[in-house]
C-alpha cells in the first residue's frame, strides 16, 4: 500500500466523536504514519496552503526587514512616540506576544502535572507558538532602545566602565523572566521532541534526512534507562515551567503596575495579566490548529474534544479578565482619587481612543459569550472566528492600557496624543510574518503532534476497550 494510501485509510478507521481524545481504530503504526508523514511527505505533495501561508508570511518578513533597516537609520523618531507617550506599539506588541507565549507552557507543563489527557494533540504545537511568539517579543524593547546595538547594557555583566542595571527597576525584571521563560521552554520543547526525532530517524528514507535526525536524537535508542531518565527530566522541567506562566506576565504587568501613572498603579495587574495572557494563547493556538487541522486531514487527532475544551478554557479565562475590567472601574471609583477616576472615564468616553476600549470590550467580553453553547462550541468555524476575535480584542487591551494612560498624566500641560505611522504597523505586521514563517518552517520541517505520547493514548484507548469501559 502506497504512503498516502496508507494515510487515507487510517483517515477513514473512525469517526472520533467529541468526547473523544483519539479513536479505538488507530494504532501505534497508523499514528506514526500520519504525524511523521507530514514531515515525510515529499515536498510536492505539501498542501498548497502553506505555500501560498507562507509566502504571504515570506513578504511580511521583508517588511519587517525594511522597517527595522530604516528604525537603525534613522532613530526611534520614525514612529509616532512623543512625548508624554513615550511608549506606543513597541511595549504594546511586547506585551501582546508575551501573553501569546503563555499557552504553550499551561498546556505542557500545568495540564501534564494535572494529568490531563487532551492535550497530547496540541501540546507540541503550542510549545512552538510560545518560543517564535518569545522570539517576536524579546525584539521590540530592544528596537525600542533607540541604540539597539547597546542591549547588552541591560545584562548584569562586569564591566570597566561601572554600568550596572538598576536592579529597582522592573524594566530590568522583564530582561531575567523573559530570558528565563525562553531559555526553560526551548529546553523543554526539545527535550519532548528527543523520542520523536529517533522516530523520524528510523523512518526517514533519505538518508541526509536520516543524519540530520539521527544527530538532533541524541543517541536514543528507546532503552528503558532512556525512558526512566527522559521522564524524570520531562517531569522536572514540567515542574520548573509552571511557576514560570505565572511569573512571567506577572514581572511584565509590573512594568505598569510599580508606576504612580492613572491607570496604571493598580495590584490586580498581575492576575489580571495573567488571565488574559492565557486568554490570548488560546486564541492564537485554535487560531493556528484549525486550518492545519485542515490542511492535513488531522481531524482524527485533533478531535473536537481538544477544539471544545480550549473554547472552555478560552471562555473561563475570558471571564477572570470580565472581572478584571470590572475591577478597575470600581477601584476608580472606590479609591476617591480623582486622576484615577478621571483616567478611566477618559479610557470610556471622554478620551481620542474611547472607541478602542468599546471594541475590545465587544471582542473579549461580548462575543465569547456565545461558547457557553455547546453547539458553538462544536462548530469549527465558529470557534475559529471567535480565537480571531479574542486575538483582536486582547491586542486593543494592550493598547489602551499602554497608549491611553499615557496620553493624559496629572498636568495638562504633559498631555498629548499617539498618533501610530506607517513604520509602527510595518514593525507590528512584520513581526506577525516572523512568527507565521517560523510556524509554517516548523509544522513542515518537525512533528507537530507528540507521536509517542499519542502512542500512549492509542494504548490506553485500546486497554479501556479491551477491558469493556
Not at 215 to 230: D, F, K, Q
Not at 301 to 325: F, N, P, Q, S, W
Not at 439 to 446: E, K, Q, S, T
Amino acid at each position: 500500500m502506497k504512503p498516502e494510501d496508507q494515510e487515507t485509510s487510517a483517515l477513514a478507521t473512525l469517526d472520533p466523536g467529541p468526547d473523544k481524545v483519539i479513536g479505538p481504530g488507530h494504532d501505534y503504526g497508523t499514528v506514526t504514519d500520519e504525524i511523521g508523514g507530514v514531515v515525510l511527505r515529499p515536498f510536492l505533495k505539501t498542501p498548497p496552503q502553506l505555500f501560498i501561508g507562507f509566502a504571504c508570511a515570506f513578504l511580511l518578513v521583508n517588511l519587517f526587514m525594511v522597517a527595522v533597516t530604516w528604525l537603525f537609520i534613522r532613530g526611534v523618531g520614525i514612529w509616532g512616540i512623543v512625548i508624554p507617550v513615550a511608549w506606543g506599539f513597541a511595549i504594546v506588541n511586547f506585551v501582546w506576544w508575551i501573553g501569546i507565549g503563555h499557552a504553550g507552557t499551561l498546556i505542557s507543563a500545568i495540564l501534564l502535572l494535572l494529568k490531563q489527557d487532551w492535550r497530547t494533540s496540541i501540546n507540541r504545537f503550542s510549545e512552538a507558538m510560545t518560543l517564535f511568539a518569545v522570539a517576536c517579543a524579546g525584539m521590540f524593547p530592544i528596537l525600542h532602545l533607540g541604540r539597539p546595538w547597546l542591549a547588552y547594557w541591560l545584562l548584569p555583566y562586569p564591566n570597566t566602565m561601572w554600568l550596572w542595571p538598576q536592579p529597582r527597576s522592573p524594566l530590568i525584571w522583564d530582561v531575567f523572566a523573559v530570558s528565563t521563560y525562553a531559555t526553560v521552554s526551548l529546553i523543554f520543547w526539545f527535550t519532548g521532541l528527543i523520542p520523536d526525532f529517533a522516530t523520524m530517524r528510523d523512518k526517514a528514507g533519505n538518508q541526509i534526512a536520516r543524519k540530520i535526525f539521527g544527530v538532533l536524537a541524541m543517541g536514543w535508542r528507546n532503552s528503558a534507562r532512556h525512558w526512566a531518565r527522559y521522564q524524570k527530566a520531562y517531569l522536572l522541567l514540567a515542574g520548573l515551567s509552571t511557576p514560570l506562566v505565572v511569573s512571567v506576565h506577572s514581572v511584565v504587568s509590573f512594568d505598569f503596575a510599580v508606576a504612580i501613572l492613572p491607570g496604571w498603579h493598580t495590584t490586580i495587574f498581575p492576575p489580571y495579566f495573567v488571565a488574559g495572557a492565557i486568554y490570548s494563547g488560546f486564541a492564537m493556538v485554535l487560531t493556528l490548529a484549525i486550518p492545519v487541522r485542515r490542511w492535513y486531514h488531522l481531524e482524527d487527532l485533533i478531535t473536537m474534544r481538544h477544539i471544545e475544551c480550549m473554547a472552555k478554557v478560552m471562555l473561563g479565562t475570558g471571564l477572570i479578565v470580565a472581572y478584571g475590567y470590572g475591577m478597575e472601574a470600581f477601584m476608580a471609583w472606590y479609591s476617591g482619587d480623582q486622576y484615577e477616576r478621571y483616567a478611566f472615564v477618559n479610557r470610556m468616553w471622554a478620551g481620542g481612543y474611547w472607541w478602542t476600549y468599546w471594541i475590545l470590550i465587544l471582542c473579549n467580553i461580548a462575543i465569547p459569550q456565545l461558547l457557553w453553547s455547546r453547539r458553538v462550541r462544536l462548530n469549527v468555524l465558529a470557534v475559529f472566528l471567535i480565537a480571531l476575535v479574542v486575538n483582536v480584542g486582547m491586542w486593543l487591551e494592550r493598547f489602551v492600557i499602554v497608549v491611553t494612560s499615557l496620553t493624559r498624566d496629572f498636568v495638562p500641560s504633559s498631555w498629548g496624543m499617539y498618533y501610530p505611522t506607517v513604520w509602527d504597523w510595518s514593525t507590528y505586521l512584520g513581526t506577525i510574518g516572523v512568527f507565521l514563517a517560523l510556524m509554517f518552517l516548523f509544522i513542515r520541517g518537525l512533528p507537530a503532534i507528540s507521536i509517542f505520547e499519542m502512542r500512549e493514548v492509542v494504548h490506553d484507548t485500546q486497554t479501556e476497550h479491551a477491558n469493556g469501559d
